[in-house]
């Protein structure tokens, strides 16, 4: 079984997560974000994902910590869970509409960080959350999961819906690249390594 837990506890943070990619989307998130929180529910129903998590911050300050550093322990949980990546299909694709939005996330489990986010999301805030976080949380996992991914809100008009397409692409795109496929022999690279 492909799963990893990953700790994290800092002067701002005290997080503990489990993430299992052969699941089938089963869990309990408890972060004191609660938008977080729904996000992530969201990320590992659609991507067959077990999720744990239990996160807590400084959140008096304001939601930027424990949402950059949930990040990054999905990122590194993610990566570590895959291990040496021998039968990956590595690439995913997915479009994901929430009513009037449409998203599309595209990854390459390359061992290359990078992140491009793509549309603009017409509030600042959705509840006491702020919507910049979104983009600070999918650079940290991007980073730490060491993956291209790229994020495209084709449209919309609800803020929310927005970033819930995202998270369901999110979790649909990265189920797909990182399946296995019993026609890869190795990795599935010329290079003979991700």
């Given amino acids: 079984m492909r799963t990893k837990t990953i700790e994290r506890t800092t002067g701002e943070t005290d997080i503990q997560l489990t993430f299992t990619a052969d699941g089938n989307g089963s869990g309990t998130v408890a972060t004191d974000v609660p ?8 990320f590992r129903k659609h991507g067959h994902f077990d999720l744990d998590v239990t996160a807590r911050g400084d959140t008096e300050v304001d939601d930027h910590h424990t949402t950059e550093d949930v990040g990054i322990c999905l990122g590194q949980a993610f990566k570590e869970s895959l291990g040496d990546k021998k039968g990956i299909r590595r690439y ?3 479009f994901v509409p929430m009513d009037e939005a449409l998203a599309q996330v595209v990854v390459d489990l390359s061992n290359r ?3 491009e986010l793509r549309g603009e999301l ?5 509840g006491t959350f702020d919507t910049e976080l979104v983009h600070e949380f999918l650079w940290k996992f991007a980073l730490e999961a060491r993956i291209n ?3 495209i809100v084709h449209y919309g008009t609800n803020t ?5 397409a995202v998270f369901k692409a999110l979790g649909r795109a990265l189920d797909e690249a990182s399946s296995i496929d019993e026609r890869v ?9 991700l």
């Fill in 122 to 126: 017409p509030a600042e805030k959705v």
């Fill in 185 to 193: 022999q190795g990795v599935p690279s010329t290079k003979g390594m």
């Fill in 113 to 115: 960080p990078h992140l």
């Fill in 149 to 151: 991914l790229h994020v």
């Fill in 35 to 42: 938008f977080l929180s729904h996000m992530l529910d969201l």
């Fill in 92 to 94: 995913g694709n997915a």
């Fill in 160 to 164: 929310h819906h927005m970033i819930e």
